[in-house]
Every structure is written in structure tokens, then in C-alpha cells.
């Protein structure tokens, strides 16, 4: 009898656990003055990347309307949430979140400025750049368990800006997860694993990297800078709350000419909850 009961006892956690694939990457602006590293020569490369890791959600940074709409095009069965900063339309860098309507529906989203006035355009504290995060809430449409997901994008220079961004979006995660619901904040911090923002917000949250199950895979670092050379600064994350990380990696694909295909490489977690 006992024995009987582990096994349906497994077999009903196996039926409810689920897995699902996370992605962050920044895809590098297209600048239309570039000469080298252009959108042009790397966009098709990043859609095979994309398309070849078949995660879930998709956190991109760096977006311009173009590229965004280039991505929504061929990345199938996807749809994404997100503005443009600059406006709250479509000027601008986007945040932008994808998902995979095969497998979570959207059920509410969100864009908010990292500033005092988050719920329209603005640049915050003493930001050089108007930064956005893009959030929303998802069911799975197989289990009908939800989990929210917070794409973000941090300024490169404010410092106070970097602070008060941590403490506006654990603000945010607190006041919308009433339900206590599983939580990922993914994205280019533009903050090391030392510095005082990204050990405030792993006070809160867990760094995907140091609590996964197998061992890291991948450089140390994701900021590349277009050199062929090690890869140290990390920089873009994936943090988890209320939900096991399985494995999680770096990952270095590079272009056929053995240039990288961003400056920054994708980060890629997969979790189960």
C-alpha cells in the first residue's frame, strides 16, 4: 500500500511540474552609421539563434521598432509585449518580452520607466538615458499555473539610478505578486556581480547562475564588445523567485567568420516549478 502510494505520489508531481525556458539577450542597436558589427550582417543570425534554443520567453534589449518587428516576423508562433522608450510607442529602444503562444497565453502587461514617474516616459535620477522594464503575467495552457516575467534594461552610467531601479522594480514584483505566483526579472544591468545594486536585488531574488542545479556552462562574462578575446564582464542576468533552476548558461555561438553574433551574449536558464 505504502509502495503504491509513493508511486502515485510521483507520478502526480510529474504530471504537475513544469519546465520552461528562459532567454535574455541585448541584440546591439541598429545604428545606421555603423560600418562594422552591422544589423544587417547579424540580424539572420540572431533569428537562428533564437529559433534554435526554443525558449519560452524571450527578454531582448537594445531593440529599435525595425529590429523588433524584424524578430516578430520570423520568429514563429511568438508574439511580444513592450513600447518604445522614448514615447511610450514606438521611438526608441524597446524592452521587449516574447512569448510562445503555443505554451502561455498573456493574461495582463505592462511598461514602466525606471524613474520617479514610472508610469510615463522619463529618465530617472541621474540616468544618461530614459530605461524602460517590460513585465506581464502568463498562464501555461497545458497546467494553467501563471508565473510573472520582467524584462529590464539598466542604465550604463547613473548610479543612484542603478540603486533606486532595484529598489522601484522589487517594489513593483512585491505589489503585483499578491498571489506569490513564480517570478523571473531577466536583462542588461549594466552591473557587475560585485557592485552593491546587484547584491541589494540578490537579497530578494536568486542569481539564476549561483543557485542552478547543474553546473554553470559557458564564459564568465556576457559583455564582448565585438573582441575575440575572454569574455569576463558579466553583466546580463536572469533572477528567479518562487521557482528551481535547473541549468543555466552563457551562451558563446558565434557568427560563420567566428565573429559574435551581439556584444553581449545570450543568457539561457531553464527552470521548473
Not at 553583466?235 to 565573429?259: C, G, M, S, W
Request: overall charge positive.
Amino acid at each position: 500500500m505504502k509502495k503504491t502510494t509513493i508511486i502515485l505520489l510521483f507520478l502526480t508531481s510529474s504530471i504537475f511540474a513544469q519546465e520552461v525556458k528562459i532567454m535574455t539577450y541585448n541584440i546591439k542597436y541598429h545604428g545606421v552609421r555603423e560600418t562594422k558589427n552591422r544589423w544587417v550582417d547579424r540580424k539572420q543570425n540572431v533569428i537562428q539563434l533564437l529559433n534554435h534554443y526554443e525558449a519560452s520567453f524571450i527578454g531582448l534589449q537594445e531593440s529599435l521598432l525595425g529590429q523588433v518587428q524584424y524578430v516578430d516576423r520570423y520568429l514563429k508562433d511568438y508574439e511580444y509585449i513592450g513600447v518604445g522608450r522614448d514615447d511610450g510607442r514606438t521611438r526608441g529602444e524597446y524592452s521587449p518580452l516574447f512569448y510562445d503562444t503555443k505554451k502561455y497565453a498573456l493574461l495582463d502587461s505592462k511598461t514602466i520607466w525606471l524613474s520617479e514617474t514610472p508610469g510615463k516616459p522619463s529618465k530617472g535620477w541621474d540616468a544618461a538615458l530614459n530605461r524602460v522594464c517590460t513585465y506581464g503575467l502568463f498562464r501555461n495552457l497545458k497546467t494553467n499555473k501563471k508565473i510573472w516575467v520582467f524584462n529590464t534594461h539598466f542604465d550604463h552610467i547613473g548610479r543612484n539610478a542603478k540603486k533606486n531601479s532595484v529598489n522601484l522594480l522589487l517594489n513593483v514584483i512585491k505589489g503585483v505578486n499578491s498571489e506569490n505566483y513564480p517570478v523571473v526579472l531577466m536583462g542588461d544591468f549594466n552591473l557587475t556581480p560585485d557592485e552593491e545594486p546587484i547584491q541589494l536585488l540578490s537579497e530578494s531574488l536568486n542569481d539564476g547562475k549561483a543557485v542552478s542545479l547543474k553546473p554553470f556552462y559557458g564564459p564568465v562574462g556576457t559583455f564582448n564588445s565585438f573582441r575575440n578575446e575572454e569574455i569576463k564582464t558579466r553583466i546580463d542576468y536572469i533572477f528567479t523567485k518562487n521557482i528551481q533552476v535547473l541549468n543555466y548558461e552563457h551562451v558563446d555561438d558565434r557568427l560563420p567568420n567566428n565573429k559574435h553574433v551581439s556584444d553581449h551574449l545570450p543568457v539561457l536558464a531553464r527552470l521548473k516549478f
